[in-house]
C-alpha cells in the first residue's frame, strides 16, 4: 500500500512537471510571437510614415533644385530669404523630420528600415539644409533645434557604413553607379 501511494505521488509529481513544462514553453512561445508582430508591426509604420515624409520631401525638394540646382541651401541667400513659400515649406520638413526622428531615435519607427529606404537621400538632404538648421538654431537661440534629427543622420550614415562598407576608401555604391 505504501508503495502505491509513492508510485501516485511519484506520478502527480511528473505530471505537475510537465504542466509546468507546458506553461513555461507556451508562455516563450506568446512572447516570441508577440515581439514578431511589434517588429512587423514597427516596419510596417516606419514605411507608412517614411512615405508621407517622402511625397512631403519629394514636394519640398523640387522647389529647392529649381532654385538652387545641387548647391547647399545658404540662408543668407536672396533666393531664400525672399522667398516666403520656400522657407515655409522647407520647415515643414525640417519639422516632419524631426517628428520622424525622434520616433526612430526612441525605438518607436525602424532605422534598419527607413535606411533601406532613404538613407542616403536623407543624410544628403539634411547636409544640403544644414545652413538652414544653423541659421535657425541661432535666430531661435535653440542649439538643440532640429537635434533628433541631426542624431537620426548620424545613425544613418553609421548604419549605411555597416550595410556598404567601403575598403577601397571608396563608397561602393558609388562606384557601382558610375
Known amino acids: 500500500m505504501n508503495l ?7 506520478a502527480q509529481l511528473v505530471v ?12 516563450a512561445i506568446a512572447l516570441r510571437s508577440f ?15 517614411t ?8 514636394s519640398v525638394w523640387s522647389q529647392v533644385t529649381s532654385v538652387f540646382g545641387s548647391d547647399v541651401i545658404n540662408p543668407t541667400d536672396p533666393r531664400y530669404k525672399d522667398d516666403v513659400k520656400l ?5 515643414q520638413y525640417l519639422k516632419l523630420m524631426e517628428r520622424l526622428a525622434v520616433g526612430i531615435n526612441v525605438g518607436v519607427y525602424d532605422l534598419y528600415v527607413f535606411t533601406r529606404i532613404t538613407g542616403r537621400a536623407t543624410s544628403n538632404t539634411y547636409k544640403r539644409l544644414f545652413p538652414v ?40 555604391a558609388l562606384i557601382r553607379c558610375s
Do not use: W
Not at 502505491?4 to 511519484?10: G, P
Open 87 to 91: 522657407q515655409a515649406n522647407v520647415t
Open 35 to 49: 515581439r514578431a508582430d511589434h517588429e512587423r508591426r514597427k516596419k510596417q509604420a516606419t514605411i507608412e510614415f
Open 133 to 172: 538648421i544653423e541659421e535657425k538654431r541661432k535666430s531661435a537661440q535653440a542649439p538643440t533645434l532640429y537635434i533628433e534629427f541631426e542624431r537620426l543622420v548620424r545613425s544613418i550614415d553609421e548604419e549605411m557604413s555597416r550595410m556598404y562598407p567601403t575598403p577601397t576608401g571608396k563608397d561602393m
Open 51 to 58: 512615405h508621407n515624409v517622402l511625397e512631403l520631401r519629394s
Open 4 to 10: 502505491d501511494q509513492n508510485s501516485l505521488a511519484l
Open 16 to 27: 505537475l512537471v510537465i504542466e509546468c513544462a507546458a506553461i513555461i514553453a507556451g508562455a
